[in-house]
Structure formats: C-alpha cells, structure tokens
C-alpha cells in the first residue's frame, strides 16, 4: 500500500488512515488524509511528549513509520484564516478579511474560479471528502433567495434552509461534504451541513444548562440548535462519516485515489469528551 505519511507540529496529519485500505492504481498518487485539529499543542501528542496526559497512540504510529515536519507553523493562530491559507496555498491577509466567521456568516472566502487543494487533487483523478469544520464561509440564502449576512441570532432566523448553500465545500473542490459551517461547539447556529443542505434545520435555541459543568466547558455561544445535534458527540459523529466516506470509496472506486480532509471540533473550546472517552486518560473532567 502506498502512502503519505507527514505530521506538522501545528497538528496537521498527512497520512493513510490506520486500518488498511486498498492501494491506488498509480503509485505516484497515494491515498491522502489531512488532518486538522484546532488547539492542538506541539505536546498534546505522543510523538512530541513521552509525558503528554492523553494517549495518542494511532498519531504516535504515524509519526513513528512516517516523516516528521516540525519547522512549520498554521498560517495563522485562529480558526478562519489557517484554514484559507490550507485550502489555497494562499497567505490570509491577501483577501482582505481579519478575524474569523460566525453563525451564517459569508460569502465564502475562497473565490468561486480559484484553484484549491482538493479541486486540484480533483483534477488529478483524486476524490475528494471533507468532514467536519469548515470556516472559510458559506453563502446562506433568506426567503428571497438573498444573502444572509449578520452574524447572530438574528442572522440564523433569516435563513431559508430550504434552499441550497452555493459556496459551500462541493462547490470549491469536494465531491462530499459533511460537517459545520463554523465553530461546531460554539456558534449562532448548531446544524449539521450534508452537501449544500442542511437536512434538520436548528429548532430552537441552545439549553447550556444541560451541557456538562467544569472549567473547559466555557465558550458556548447562544446559539439556535437543530434537533439530534450532541455536542457532546460531534466528533465520534464526524469520525463516523469519514469512515463511511472511506468504506464506500474502497468498495465503488477501489483502483481511484482518495483525499480526505477531516477537521475536528477538538480540541477547541468548548470541550466535551465523547461518552466513549469520559474518564480514559486520568487529565480530568474532560477526557
């Protein structure tokens, strides 16, 4: 099997997924995972920290049988523009755009005509999936069919979701998207995003008091949440789409190559351990 193994002490992960998939036909395009975790400190894992407080052993393989880059840093220290920067090759200051995106804000910032990461891969032969976090913006439309463009609250209630988002991730290089338009844990609006749809549209707003209490627990917006959406499992639901993504893809185009882009909701703020994680690492309330 032919891979690509590189990690980035900015917690960017360059690899082929742990279980084994099937090789592409062409050795020179292996298969591709980009991992990107938000917060992610150079010693939160393994390979950089024999003392780290939370096993990591999967990334600690990679790094182990792979190649380490570590003179690197994010484009940028927030969420938005390291991920532009990601996308496009791109240094963030050249669009214009300072701080980061919230709720329904857009347009996206990626350019409808500029070549990106995946459409480039795209091009090559290479399907393309994102899942998770998105946040370089996305295009949600009112009634009227006319841009959303407030931020809060009131920017949520004037979305028409029934209608398809135009800048989204498949119309910037993706064939699939799974994921959020901003800040998974923390945002205006608390949905899930297939496609250029949201199928369950948020309902009501966000009850913080349910939410688990303890001091990584903080930076929940008020936002509008959609029914079914567990902030608590927002990653063990992201881990379960890239792995459909990957099944399927093995068992339709096995010979054809695949990049995966999976951006977690970890370990931003706000921190909620999955109920499959609570208590495994001995750190705290979180893990």
Partial sequence: MRIAVASLSFGILLSAPPAAQPAADDPAKPN?????????GYGDVGCYNPDAKVPTPYLDRLARQGLRLTDAHSPSTVCTPSRYGILTGRMAFRTGFRGVFAGTEGPCLIEEKRLTLPQMLRDHGYATACV???????????????????????????????????????????DFFFGTACCPGTDFLYAFVDGDR???????LLDKTRLPKHPYAHDNRDGWVA???????????????????????????????????HATAAVHLPSFAGRAFRGKSGAGPVV
């Fill in 32 to 40: 591709i995972l980009l991992i990107l975790a938000d917060d992610l």
């Fill in 132 to 174: 998770g976090k998105w946040h370089v913006g996305m295009t949600f439309l009112d009634r009227d069919g006319k841009p959303v463009r407030e931020r809060g609250l009131n920017g949520v209630r004037q979305v028409d979701f029934s209608k398809p988002i135009p800048d989204g991730p498949t119309a910037r290089g993706f």
């Fill in 198 to 204: 949201v199928p369950v549209p948020p309902a009501g």
């Fill in 227 to 261: 029914p079914g959406y567990d902030l608590e499992e927002l990653d063990t639901v992201f881990l379960e789409k890239s792995r459909a993504f990957l099944e399927s893809h093995v068992r339709t185009s096995p010979g054809k190559p695949f990049f995966l882009y």
